[in-house]
């Protein structure tokens, strides 16, 4: 049986992975309405991500024993002016979720549930991926400035993007 405590924990970021997935979800329909279909694209997929990340957490807290409550989700924002923006919203984002996460690790030590410390050591290691490829996409912003043709490859390389299944789903 989980702890109330670590319950209640995980109960908090599942409602915030699935804050994420409707923040990705609002900025990817934001550049379908730009024309950027690619950067749309990527965010979709961030969408599926973050949505298969409360999932992981979701069943990880049936397995214990625990109780799910979900709870309303925030509003999100719904505009950005262009695609570094966004990224760099993103990467905001994604230290937030990182420093979430830490906390909730932080927790696992505490209350000595080596079990959970152990299933979020996946999500440690997801969030440093997350925030490298933020971190990448807002350097090529920059580089490309304002040349339209760069941004046209770079949407069209973003539309190439596709979902992969995470491992603890995959395992399932």
Known sequence: MISPK???AINAQINAELWSAYL???MGMNFEDKGLSGVANWFRIQFKEEQAHAEIFINYLLSRGGRVVLKAID???TEWPDSLAAFTDTLAHEEKVTALIN???ALAEEEHDY???GKLDWFVAEQ???????RQLIDRLKMMGDNTMALYSFDQ???ARVYNVPAPLAAK
């Open 75 to 77: 509003a999100v924002p």
């Open 115 to 117: 079990a959970t410390r």
């Open 24 to 26: 990705y979800l609002s």
């Open 157 to 159: 390389e973003l539309g």
């Open 103 to 105: 906390a909730l690790y």
């Open 6 to 8: 670590i319950q209640d």
């Open 128 to 134: 440093v991926e997350e925030e490298e490829n933020a």
